[in-house]
């Protein structure tokens, strides 16, 4: 019979951690961080969000930049995942990158990202770390999911590139336009129709201009 001092032993050791803690703790960074910047936000101020201690944020992401590193890539993975296919051989390249660039625009028109972006260009004059930090959790990570997409596209006979990375950059860049900066600038969106238009367009161009002979 096993004795119950062992059994309680494994029992403990075997606990599986608390995923929803970490769940709540990222919600309320992501929420903290996109309403406040990075420099107004605090730990103590998440924790309270998230309804745990300091105690708990700290053990689970270690320092506050690590837990802005964690928000941004986890706002950002939904986005990721619409150009993540196992099979792109029978995809439809087209409606997949509209898909993302419809999704992309959404993203960077939200009140809460207008903010953010204001916040950041100021905070990263003090401090360029910041930049790095964001930079490398989001547009970055994000520019190489892209990049990979069209390498597999190319790879698979789909298009003819030689340097996806710049490609995945003049995509991007096609995408947001001019209501990009208008964005920035205080300037309403025209809306769900002129964004699926501009982006359509954007993705057509593209693809002409890289389709394989």
């Known amino acids: ?28 960074a992501r929420e ?3 309403n ?12 309270a969000r998230a309804g745990v201690s300091k105690v708990t944020v700290y053990n689970r992401f270690g320092t506050k930049e690590a837990l802005f590193v964690a928000a941004v890539e986890t706002e950002c993975d939904s986005m990721r ?20 660039g419809i999704k992309m625009t959404a993203f960077l028109e939200r009140d809460e990202i207008i903010r953010f972006e204001r916040y950041l260009a100021v905070e990263s004059e003090n401090n360029p770390k910041i ?14 999911t892209l990049s990979d997409l069209l390498t597999k596209a190319a790879d698979s006979g ?13 995509l991007a860049g096609m995408i947001k336009g001019l209501s990009d900066l208008e964005r920035r600038m205080g ?9 699926r238009k501009r982006v359509t367009s954007a993705v057509d161009v593209f693809l002409n201009s890289y389709a394989r002979q």
């Not at 062992?6 to 309320?28: F, N, Q, Y």
């Open 1 to 28: 019979m096993q004795n119950t001092a062992s059994k309680k032993t494994k029992t403990t050791l075997g606990r599986p951690v608390d995923t929803g803690k970490s769940e709540a703790i990222l919600k309320a």
């Open 32 to 34: 903290e961080f996109f």
């Open 36 to 47: 406040q910047g990075f420099v107004q936000s605090s730990i103590e101020s998440i924790a």
């Open 81 to 100: 995942q619409n150009l993540q296919f196992a099979d792109i051989s029978s995809l439809d390249l087209r409606e997949a990158l509209i898909g993302f």
């Open 131 to 144: 930049g790095r930090l964001f930079l490398d959790a989001g547009p970055r990570r994000m520019h190489r």
């Open 158 to 170: 789909k298009l003819d590139i030689d340097d996806t990375m710049m490609a995945a950059e003049q």
């Open 187 to 195: 300037q309403a969106s025209d809306g769900q129709n002129a964004t």
